[in-house]
Structures are given as C-alpha cells and as structure tokens.
C-alpha cells in the first residue's frame, strides 16, 4: 500500500521502534523483593508484538530509502533484541540500562525511551507494538507521545504515504476500524494483524551488533533514582477457584451427564447483582442531617468528600460497570463520583453511580487530556481518576498521568481501598500476572490514576435516581495534528459482555473447522471468543481474545474448545460462572481450570453436546438471567 513511499519534509524517514525484551513462554511470575521481574536462568525473546513494530519501521524507514533505528531498555542482556531487529534490517540500536531504572513503571519507561528517542533528532516516526504479552497495558506508546508533544495512533492495520509529511493509517480499535490521517512526527502502534513479525535466525545476527548503550545520566530530563509513582506490593499465587469434575465414557455418554450437572448448578444459582454504593447526595429531605466530609478536588458544590473521576469514551455495559465501582471506592472513602464522557443521558449515568457529570465537547484523546488535566489543576486534585480498557480511555489516561506526573495503574482486574496503618486510604489494584500469579500495585501519585478492565468488574444493578445530576461542560477542540473519518463496526464490542454463554476456541480447532462448532453455538445461543493465538491469525477480530492481553468475561457458561489452558487465557473466563472444558488429554491444563471436564476429541464431543443441550432444560442455561 505504498508505505515505502512516505517522506517528511521531501526527504526519506527515520523512523524508530521501540521494543521489549520479555521471558519466552509462561513466566512463573516470581519478583525480587522491589517488584522486579526475575529473569536469571528464563529464556527470553523480543515481544512478538515489537516484531511488528520492527518490519513497519524496517519497511517505512530503510526501505524507503531512510533509516531505522532500534530502542529497548532494560539489562546488558537485552541487546539481544536488538541484534535479532538489526539482523531484520534496521540499522541500529540503542541500549537504555541503568541498575538506576530496573523496576521502572510504565511513566518513568517512558521517559527514558522519549528522552533516548530525543537523542536521535531529527525522528519522523516512532513506532510500537499495541503491548506485551507479559501485561499488554498498551500505556507506553501513548504516554510516549504526550512526553514528546506528538500525536499518537494505533493500532494500525496499514499505512500508506497521504502527501508530504503526513501518512494515513487504518486502525484496528475496539470493534471497529476507522481511517486516520497523521501529521509527522508521531507515534504509532502496530496491530498484531498488520504485517509479518520480524524474525531472525540466531546465527544471522550481527557479533558485534551495531548496539549503543545509554545510562541514565545520558539522557536528557531522566533523573537518576527517581522513584517510580506506581509500586508492586505483593504477589500472591493463583488461588484454586473451581472443583473440576472430569468425567469419563463415550462422548455422548459425558456429553449427556455434563448438561445434567450444568443444570444443577444452574438451579443453584450464581451470586445476586451487587448494587451500587449510596447515592453521595443526600435527598433533600435528609441534607441537613449528619455532618459529612468537606467537597474535594472537582465536583459540583454540595457534594460531599473527596471526588473519584470515572472516565468514559462510550457509555455502554463497561461504562456502567466502571460507573458502579467508582460509586463503590466513593462509598468508602465517603466522597463522591464524577462520570466525565462525550454526550451522555445523565438519567443512565445517575442510575450507573454518577453523582455529577463533565461532558466532553470533543473525542480527540490528545486535546480531550489536556483539557482534562486543565481542569484538575483549575477545580483540585481527584482522589482517584479511573477509565475502562478500551484505546480511547487507555490513551486518555496515559496521557493525563503525563500530563500530572501521577504515574499509571494499568489493566486492573479488581481495586480495593486500604490503609498500611501509617497514612490515609489508598486505592490498592490487582492484576494477572505470568505464571496466573496476581500481583497488588498501588500508586503514591496524585492523583491515583488508574485503567480498569471492565468486563472482570461486578454489573451492579442500576440505583434509583432521584432528581438531576449537575452537568458542567468541558470544551475540548479537535486534533490538528490526527483527523479521523471511515470509522465502520467490524464486531459488536459489547456482545461478549452480554452473553449468557460464551464459546472459547484455541489453537486446536482449525479456522476452517469452525463449522462444526455452530450447531453447538446455536443450541447455546453463545457468542465466539478465542485464545491469542486464534486471533494473531486472524480467525477472530482481537475484540474477542480473552486473557491478560485482551479483554475479560463473566458469562453463566464458558465452553472452552481446543484450550491448552495457559494462565494468560483463562485469567479472563476467571468470573464465569460455569466452565466447561473439552480436551482430549486428561493431563491438559485446561482441566485445572474448569468445573466440568470431557475427555475426548472436540470434534466428537461437540456434536454429542449440541444434542444433549438441544434436549435439555439447561440449553440457554442463562436465558432468565439476560
């Protein structure tokens, strides 16, 4: 499509990828007593998403008659990765390790990578993998471009030349794809789907590679030492969570006594709808009644205590999820919530958790931060800021905690508030880790800002609301530097939220055998999600990857089809209410991690189920509960 054809200033571009070592495979997840990933003694290997990064930046930079350069940061050891990208034909690397930046969060990453990136002026175009596999926040970029003042995209599908100094990029968003038109320089990350990852044979690489090191006295605006705003507390190994019944005979014969013992627990029930904290607000009729904590940060006057944002791109079923649980953090600390969208029914967010609304009068994420940030320095510091997953939020938030200097909480799978008996409440996050670990972090920043993974979130039934809201709007002007059009729906990003029944296909069931597995769709009336492999191949769009790099679920069933059962998928089936696993080697992972088993080929044991279903009670096992 062209993409060797883009020029900046009608010379060839330089452009620059940013990569990352990470352990081959699953990780035990074990830490040094600061938080540090131990790797003494793993394998390693380039992240396979920065192998995307690099054949773009290969093909946009030197390609087209430029250069490219490769950046990492981390041990002596990690040059490695940088010989295997310049073996794949960049030009060079640049090595940022400092004992000073071991531990590193995200914000004081990417510092040292923009201040490493500033080092190479004049730069056209950086580029990035859309995560990690070993905890995908997708932070780094975008927080990237806010230090170094340039738009950011992603991930992008392809790129080609859209005239001198500009390229135009089809992105892969959260079910949906749009075009966008980029002024240069800027960052841009890379879909899993875009190109061939960089892969090199050990012997092709360059002894000695054409590798540069950078302490952190070498970099501009890096102070060596500074504390990291965010921090890893402990790290707790995987808790057993379910009794698995493996059961045994012909397919149809465990077919039909799965079904039965779905049914019954089904009959018993899962646990009831959480409801959401107290409306902050007293009724009129009550305000003049017990004292309550003086208003802090932002919010409307007359409400009490101190403010958690939530912040929301979209106001569909992640919005009230993360609604829900900025209503319950406020319950605690005796505060109140602040729901901060583009154009919203403040009724919906009221009945969500909102006890007042800021309304974005733009979309664009670069101009809707600052504005944002503005805000907070104007109106007082926020308790807490809190955002969903998805690109929009995830950019957002990246940004904002550039932007205040208040460091990040990524991907957390649950929050709570607590205290070490030494000083105030403090919000304490958790999330998957390698190995299915969970890892509790927590942030010294003010405020604590943090993105949440919606879909591993209690839905809280919808409080009754009594009167309005107050709504103040927020002017926020569009990106001169990013012009977005063509956006298209390409899956409903909600349709997994919703599902009673969700089936979960992995490596095992080949994309041109998904035919089989329908009749058992149709009797369930379930939606499709898949491992990560899966959707690397491009068999199912990456809104339906499920695990630590995509997103989480919480269905009454979750049909597991060809799932070795890896930590890093099933951490996001973690909230189903039943999972059913079907494998044909009893020693499979994947048995550990349901509560019923069938040991037997996919291929025969999905018939026989479809049957049994279709003659049982139990074939929509959730239908009262959608």
Not at 303 to 330: F, K, M, Q, S
Request: proline residues 9%; hydrophobic residues 45%; charged residues 20%.
């Amino acid at each position: 499509m062209g993409t060797t054809q883009i020029q900046a200033g009608g010379r060839p571009l330089h452009t620059v990828a940013l990569v990352k070592q990470v352990p081959l495979g699953d990780h035990p997840g074990t830490l040094d007593g600061r938080g540090r990933l131990l790797r003494d003694g793993f394998t390693t290997e380039l992240n396979p998403w920065c192998r995307r990064a690099v054949t773009r930046a290969v093909e946009l930079g030197r390609g087209g008659g430029g250069r490219t350069t490769v950046v990492t940061m981390g041990p002596p050891g990690a040059a490695d990765v940088l010989a295997e990208a310049i073996a794949c034909g960049a030009d060079e690397g640049v090595l940022v390790s400092d004992p000073a930046l071991a531990g590193a969060d995200c914000l004081v990453t990417a510092k040292a990578l923009a201040a490493a990136v500033r080092t190479l002026d004049p730069v056209d175009l950086v580029l990035v993998g859309h995560g990690t596999v070993d905890g995908a926040t997708g932070a780094v970029g975008p927080m990237v471009a806010a230090l170094l003042g340039l738009p950011f995209a992603g991930p992008a599908l392809s790129v080609e030349a859209a005239g001198d100094g500009r390229l135009r990029a089809v992105l892969q968003l959260d079910g949906v794809t749009e075009t966008a038109e980029v002024t240069l320089p800027a960052v841009l990350s890379v879909a899993e789907r875009s190109c061939r990852p960089a892969k090199a044979p050990r012997a092709t690489w360059p002894d000695p590679a054409p590798v540069r090191t950078l302490a952190a006295d070498r970099l501009p605006g890096v102070q060596p030492g500074a504390a990291s705003p965010t921090r890893v507390g402990r790290v707790l190994p995987a808790p057993p969570t379910r009794r698995p019944a493996l059961l045994s005979g012909t397919p149809q014969e465990q077919a039909a006594r799965a079904v039965e013992l779905l049914a019954g627990r089904t009959a018993a029930g899962g646990a009831p709808p959480v409801s959401v904290a107290p409306q902050a607000r007293p009724p009129a009729a009550t305000r003049a009644g017990a004292a309550r904590p003086p208003a802090a940060g932002p919010g409307a006057p007359g409400l009490p205590g101190p403010a958690v944002l939530a912040v929301c791109g979209e106001t569909g079923g992640g919005a009230r999820a993360l609604l829900g649980e900025a209503a319950e953090i406020a319950g605690r600390i005796g505060g109140h919530v602040v729901a901060v969208t583009p154009e919203a029914d403040p009724a919906l967010l009221a009945g969500w958790g909102a006890d007042a609304s800021v309304r974005l009068t733009g979309t664009d994420p670069r101009p809707a931060a600052a504005a944002l940030a503005g805000w907070i320095r104007t109106a007082g510091a926020p308790w807490a800021v809190l955002g969903g997953a998805t690109a929009w939020d995830r950019e957002v938030l990246a940004r904002l905690a550039v932007l205040l200097e208040a460091g990040l909480l990524s991907d957390l799978t649950a929050v709570s508030v607590r205290s070490d008996g030494r000083g105030p409440e403090r919000l304490v996050g958790g999330k998957p880790s390698a190995g299915g670990a969970f890892t509790e972090v927590s942030s010294d920043g003010v405020p604590q800002i943090a993105t949440l993974r919606t879909g591993s979130l209690a839905v809280r039934e919808p409080r009754a609301a009594y009167g309005p809201i107050p709504v103040e709007a927020l002017e926020v002007p569009g990106d001169r530097l990013l012009r977005r059009s063509g956006r298209r729906t390409e899956d409903d990003f909600d349709a997994l939220e919703r599902a009673a029944a969700v089936i979960g296909l992995g490596a095992g069931v080949a994309p041109g055998d998904r035919a089989e597995v329908e009749p058992l769709r149709a009797a369930l009336g379930a939606e499709y999600a898949a491992t990560r492999k899966v959707t690397d191949a491009g068999t199912l769009p990456h809104s339906r990857q499920l695990g630590v790099t995509g997103r989480d679920v919480a269905p009454q069933l979750y049909v597991a089809l060809g799932v070795s059962g890896s930590p890093h998928h099933t951490v996001g089936v973690r909230r189903a209410h039943t999972v059913l696993a079907v494998n044909s080697d009893p020693d499979a992972e994947i048995f550990r991690h349901c509560d019923i088993g069938i040991v037997a080929d996919w291929h025969a044991a999905v018939p026989a189920l479809a049957e049994a279903f279709r003659r049982s009670a139990a074939a929509r096992p959730a239908a009262a509960a959608v």
